[in-house]
């Protein structure tokens, strides 16, 4: 059985999650309750938990002073004929302010364009706890999931080392990472760095261009990454 065939809804739903940098929010209008929809920049903290930094500024900022619910729909189906033959997974939740340092910088290594707005006084980091989500994974695979099945292990010892392991692979590894780039994701070009990294794999970024690289087991701490990252480097190279 291929891996895609063995993930369960959840797992599908959490792997589109996490490997979009961008979803539609929805809101509801402070004024009269209309549904309100606007883009925005989204990352995950360690657990999947969506992240959002936006503006008090913001029509939906105002919205959520008012009713905290929302939903954000992550997307698949860039470059395709059909796109309604995409997955995609809408996100219904909560949204809430995050004082947490822990994601603020895993939501700026995410999108470090942000750094330049990051500290305005206006701006403030969410995180959208997730009560349900409503999978379409293709024809007939439909499915609803609680919100509980859309988070891994929680990982504090990871979360505190996440920062060196990516500086460490940036700074002492940049040859592995091309190599997860190249030979196991099958991407194009040079300059790939690592954004980030937690139970269910890393997060790597070129440019504009973001990708997601799977660990085969979840890992809750810095050797436990090591030893997962050491291993997709020695399957890489044997891939050529």
């Not at 809101?27 to 008090?56: K, R």
């Not at 470059?79 to 909560?94: E, I, N, S």
């Not at 070009?189 to 890393?202: I, K, N, Q, V």
């Given at each position: 059985?291929?891996?895609?065939?063995?993930?369960?809804?959840?797992?599908?739903?959490?792997?589109?999650?996490?490997?979009?940098?961008?979803?539609?929010?929805?809101?509801?209008?402070?004024?009269?309750?209309w549904?309100?929809?606007?883009?925005?920049?989204v990352?995950?903290?360690?657990?999947?938990?969506?992240?959002?930094?936006?503006?008090?500024l913001?029509?939906?900022?105002?919205?959520?002073?008012?009713?905290?619910?929302?939903?954000?729909?992550?997307?698949?189906?860039?470059?395709?004929?059909?796109?309604?033959?995409?997955?995609?997974?809408?996100?219904l939740?909560?949204?809430?302010?995050?004082?947490?340092?822990?994601?603020?910088q895993?939501?700026?290594?995410?999108?470090?364009?942000?750094?330049?707005?990051?500290?305005?006084?206006?701006?403030?980091?969410?995180?959208?706890?997730?009560?349900?989500?409503?999978?379409?994974?293709?024809?007939?695979?439909?499915?609803?999931i609680?919100?509980?099945?859309?988070?891994?292990?929680?990982?504090?010892?990871?979360?505190?080392?996440?920062?060196?392991?990516?500086?460490?692979?940036?700074?002492?590894?940049?040859?592995?990472?091309q190599?997860?780039?190249?030979?196991?994701?099958?991407?194009?070009?040079?300059?790939?760095?690592?954004?980030?990294?937690?139970?269910e794999?890393?997060?790597?970024?070129?440019?504009?261009?973001?990708?997601?690289?799977?660990?085969?087991?979840?890992v809750?701490?810095?050797?436990?990454?090591?030893?997962?990252?050491?291993?997709?480097?020695?399957?890489?190279?044997?891939?050529?």
């Amino acid at each position: 059985m291929s891996e895609a065939a063995s993930a369960t809804p959840a797992d599908q739903a959490r792997a589109l999650i996490r490997a979009r940098p961008v979803a539609a929010l929805s809101t509801a209008l402070a004024a009269d309750g209309w549904p309100y929809g606007s883009l925005v920049l989204v990352a995950t903290a360690i657990d999947g938990t969506p992240l959002l930094l936006i503006s008090t500024l913001a029509e939906h900022s105002r919205n959520l002073a008012a009713d905290d619910r929302v939903s954000l729909l992550f997307e698949a189906t860039s470059g395709l004929a059909d796109p309604l033959t995409g997955a995609r997974v809408t996100l219904l939740g909560q949204a809430r302010p995050s004082a947490d340092p822990l994601d603020r910088q895993r939501f700026l290594r995410r999108h470090p364009e942000a750094e330049m707005y990051a500290g305005f006084k206006d701006f403030g980091l969410y995180r959208v706890a997730p009560l349900r989500a409503h999978l379409v994974a293709g024809f007939g695979r439909i499915h609803w999931i609680d919100g509980s099945e859309l988070l891994t292990i929680p990982a504090p010892a990871l979360a505190e080392a996440e920062a060196g392991i990516v500086t460490h692979m940036n700074d002492d590894h940049l040859d592995a990472i091309q190599l997860y780039a190249a030979r196991l994701l099958g991407l194009t070009g040079g300059g790939w760095r690592m954004t980030g990294c937690d139970p269910e794999g890393c997060d790597l970024r070129r440019e504009a261009e973001v990708a997601r690289l799977k660990f085969g087991q979840l890992v809750q701490d810095a050797a436990a990454a090591r030893t997962e990252l050491v291993r997709l480097v020695k399957q890489a190279r044997a891939a050529a």
